[in-house]
C-alpha cells in the first residue's frame, strides 16, 4: 500500500516525532514530562478511537484495560523480576486478552447497553484488584529501586520509557491509518452507520467488532506497563481511575472523532488546557466544570470535533486531514 | 445466625425502597426517551444537600424539605433537558450519553467547589422502633413509607391524569403522539423533570440516615444502573421491585462474607443479567 504518499498517513507521524525528538534533543526534564503527559493522552484517545470512532461503540472502560496491563507487566517485573521488554508486551498481550473475552461476551449488546455494560466491567474491575492478594490488593505493589540499574540507572530509565512511549504512538497512529483506510476498517465504519444493514452486506460483525475492541486494548495495556514502570509504584486507585475514561472520551470527541488526527490533536489540547486550568486562580477549583463545558458545547455544536469541524468548513483540507 | 441475618434483611429491604425510587427515575426517563442519564448520581447528590442546607440554615424538618427538594429536581431537570438533551435527542446514543455526563461533570465540579468532598450529616433522629425483638430506626422506616407513597402517586399521575397519559403516548410512540396533537418537546421535558425529581428524592431520603458528601450520588447512580437493568429498562414498577432485590442482596451478602466483596458481586450480577436477558427480570420479552 502506497500510503507514505498521502498526507493524511504521514502529517500525524510527523507531529508525534517532533514533539518526541524536542527534549531529546534539548535534553530538558521538565519538557519531556510534559511531552510524556501528553502522549499518554495521545496514545489512549487514539486506541479508544477505533472503538469508538471507527466502530461506534462506547466504552466507559478503556481505563480497564489501561489498569490491568499495567498489573500484569509490573507483577512481572516486581515479583518475578522479568526486564520491561517481555513486561511491556505482556501486559498489551494481557488486555488484549481479556478485551477478546469480553468482546465475545458483551459486544453482543448494541448502544446504551453496551455502554452500561463497560460500565458494570469498570467497577467490577477494580473492586476485584481491591481484593485480590498476590496484586497486592488496596496497597498495591512497588518496584525495587535496584531493578532499574539494569536500565543505566533511574534517570536513564525515564528516558528509556519515554523513547519507548513515542515509538509506540507512531505505532499506534499507523496501525489507526491503516485500520480505518482497509477493508477491516471499511467494515467497522459500516457498522457504525447501521449494523444491520452492514450484515446483510456481508460484514460479519461479530467477529469486526471483537477484532477492534481487541486492537483499542492492546495499546493501553502497554501504556500501562510504561506508565508504572517510571511510577515505581502501583495502587487501585492509580491503575483504574475510572474519570480517565471518561476524559479520554472527551479527548477523542474534542479532537474528532473517527479521524486518525482527531484524538492526537484532542489528547494534546486536553491536557495542555488542562494544564492551563490548574494553574488559573479563577478555575484552579472548577476546572472539572469547564471541562463539562467544553464537552456540551462540542456535543451540542460541533459533534465533529476540531477536525471534522475543518474538514466540513475547507473542502480543500479533506484530502490533507484524515 | 437468624439473630444476624434478619435484621440485616430489614435493614436492606427498607433501603431498597429508597434504591427503588432513585432508579425509577433513570427507568422513566429511559422509557420515554430511550437516554440513560448519566447526571442521575450528581442530581441524586443535590437531593441529599437540598435536605442537608433546608435544615441546618432554614431549620425546616427534612420530611417537609423533601418537599422542596421534589420542586427543585423537577426545575432542574426541565433546565437539563432544555439545555443539554433536547438538541441532540435524535443523534446517536452516543451523543446523549455524553450530553448528560457533561452536566454531571458541571455539577460536580461546581458542587466540589462550594462543599469540598468532605462529609456532612444532617443531625435529625427519629429514635428507633421495636418490632419484636428486632430495632429498625424510625428514619428507615419513614423513608420506606415516603418511597411508596411516591411510587403510589407516581403511579397515579402516569394513569389517570392527562399529562401522564401523554407521557405514557410519547413513550409509546412519539410520531404518532405528536399527530394527536400531544406538544412532544413539552411533555419529554416534564418526563425528564419528574426523573429528576424522583432521583433527587431518594437523595433527600438517603440525607436522613446516611452522611453525606458530593460525591455519594456515585455510588447510588450505579445502584441504580443494577437496578433498572434488574427490573427491566424502562419498567417503573420493575424498578422498585429491582431496588428491593438489591437492597435485601446488600443487607444479606456482608452476613456470609466480606463486606468489600459486595460490589463484585453485584456488577458482574449486573453484567450477567445485561447478556442473559438485555430486557430485565421482569421486562418484556424482546
Redesign the interface.
Given at each position: 500500500m502506497n500510503a507514505w504518499n498521502k498526507p493524511g498517513f504521514w502529517l500525524p507521524l510527523a507531529l508525534v516525532l517532533a514533539a518526541g525528538a524536542w527534549p531529546l534533543i534539548t535534553g530538558r526534564e521538565a519538557t519531556r514530562e510534559v511531552i510524556f503527559t501528553a502522549l499518554i493522552s495521545v496514545a489512549l484517545a487514539s486506541s479508544l478511537n477505533i472503538l469508538?470512532g471507527y466502530t461506534?461503540y462506547?466504552s466507559f472502560g478503556h481505563i480497564v484495560f489501561f489498569g490491568l496491563g499495567a498489573y500484569v507487566g509490573f507483577y512481572m517485573m516486581s515479583a518475578l523480576d522479568l526486564p520491561l521488554y517481555l513486561a511491556a508486551p505482556a501486559g498489551g498481550l494481557s488486555a488484549g486478552f481479556l478485551a477478546f473475552l469480553l468482546g465475545k461476551?458483551?459486544l453482543?449488546?448494541r448502544?446504551?447497553?453496551f455502554?452500561?455494560?463497560t460500565?458494570?466491567?469498570n467497577?467490577?474491575a477494580r473492586?476485584?484488584v481491591?481484593?485480590f492478594d498476590p496484586f497486592g490488593g488496596p496497597i498495591g505493589m512497588r518496584l525495587n529501586f535496584r531493578f532499574y540499574d539494569a536500565y543505566g540507572g533511574a534517570a536513564r530509565a525515564l528516558w528509556t520509557t519515554f523513547v519507548a512511549l513515542v515509538v509506540l504512538t507512531l505505532i499506534l497512529l499507523a496501525v489507526s491509518y491503516l485500520v480505518k483506510s482497509s477493508k477491516f476498517g471499511l467494515s467497522l465504519q459500516a457498522i457504525r452507520e447501521n449494523e444491520d444493514a452492514a450484515q446483510v452486506m456481508g460484514v460479519f460483525a461479530p467477529s469486526a467488532k471483537t477484532w477492534a475492541f481487541v486492537i483499542s486494548a492492546i495499546f493501553p495495556g502497554i501504556i500501562g506497563v510504561l506508565f508504572f514502570f517510571k511510577n515505581g509504584n502501583i495502587e487501585p486507585g492509580d491503575a483504574f481511575r475510572l474519570h480517565l475514561s471518561?476524559e479520554t472520551?472527551?479527548m477523542v470527541?474534542l479532537g474528532g472523532?473517527g479521524t486518525v488526527l482527531g484524538p492526537l490533536l484532542g489528547g494534546a489540547g486536553y491536557q495542555r488546557l488542562r494544564g492551563t486550568l490548574l494553574v488559573t486562580p479563577l478555575f484552579k477549583?472548577?476546572?472539572?466544570?469547564?471541562?463539562?463545558?467544553l464537552?456540551?458545547v462540542i456535543?451540542?455544536f460541533v459533534?465533529g470535533g476540531v477536525v471534522g469541524w475543518l474538514r466540513s468548513r475547507f473542502p480543500v483540507l479533506r484530502r490533507v486531514l484524515e | 445466625m437468624a439473630e444476624v441475618l434478619l435484621p440485616s434483611l430489614i435493614d436492606g429491604l427498607l433501603l431498597g425502597f429508597v434504591y427503588g425510587i432513585a432508579a425509577m427515575g433513570l427507568s422513566l426517563i429511559?422509557g420515554v426517551m430511550?437516554v440513560?442519564n448519566l447526571a442521575h448520581g450528581p442530581i441524586i447528590a443535590l437531593g441529599m444537600f437540598g435536605v442537608y442546607l433546608s435544615f441546618s440554615y432554614l431549620g425546616l424538618n427534612p420530611y417537609l424539605a423533601l418537599i422542596l427538594v421534589a420542586i427543585g429536581g423537577l426545575l432542574a431537570g426541565v433546565v437539563i433537558y432544555a439545555?443539554?438533551v433536547h438538541?441532540?435527542l435524535n443523534?446517536?446514543?452516543?451523543?446523549t450519553?455524553?450530553?448528560t455526563?457533561?452536566?454531571?461533570?458541571?455539577i460536580?465540579?461546581?458542587g466540589?467547589?462550594a462543599f469540598s468532598v468532605s462529609p456532612y450529616n444532617v443531625d435529625y433522629s427519629l429514635g428507633s422502633a421495636s418490632l419484636g425483638s428486632i430495632r429498625v430506626p424510625v428514619s428507615r422506616l419513614a423513608a420506606a413509607l415516603a418511597a411508596i407513597i411516591v411510587t403510589a402517586l407516581l403511579y397515579l399521575f402516569l394513569y389517570r391524569s392527562r399529562p401522564g397519559k401523554y407521557i405514557r403516548a410519547v413513550a409509546n410512540n412519539r410520531g404518532a403522539a405528536e399527530l394527536m396533537g400531544i406538544p412532544s418537546a413539552r411533555v419529554l421535558a416534564l418526563s425528564f423533570g419528574l426523573g429528576t425529581m424522583l432521583a433527587a428524592l431518594a437523595g433527600g431520603l438517603i440525607a436522613t440516615f446516611f452522611p453525606i458528601t458530593i460525591l455519594s450520588g456515585g455510588g447510588y447512580e450505579?445502584r441504580s444502573?443494577?437496578i433498572v437493568?434488574l427490573g427491566g429498562l424502562g419498567n417503573p414498577l420493575g424498578a422498585l421491585i429491582g431496588g428491593l432485590i438489591l437492597g435485601t442482596l446488600e443487607g444479606v451478602i456482608p452476613v456470609f462474607t466480606?463486606t468489600?466483596?459486595v460490589?463484585?458481586f453485584e456488577?458482574?450480577l449486573?453484567?450477567l443479567i445485561?447478556?442473559v436477558r438485555?430486557s430485565g427480570l421482569l421486562g418484556r420479552r424482546t
Open positions: 469508538l461506534g462506547v461476551a458483551i453482543r449488546l448502544g446504551a447497553y455502554a452500561l455494560a460500565i458494570g466491567v467497577e467490577a473492586a476485584f481491591n481484593n471518561i472520551i472527551v470527541m472523532q477549583d472548577i476546572q472539572l466544570t469547564v471541562a463539562g463545558v464537552l456540551l456535543i451540542l459533534p | 429511559w430511550n440513560i439545555v443539554a438538541r441532540v443523534a446517536p446514543h452516543l451523543s450519553l455524553l450530553a455526563f457533561s452536566v454531571n461533570m458541571i460536580i465540579g461546581l466540589t467547589a450505579l444502573f443494577v437493568v466480606i468489600t466483596w460490589p463484585v456488577f458482574v449486573f453484567v445485561l447478556l438485555p
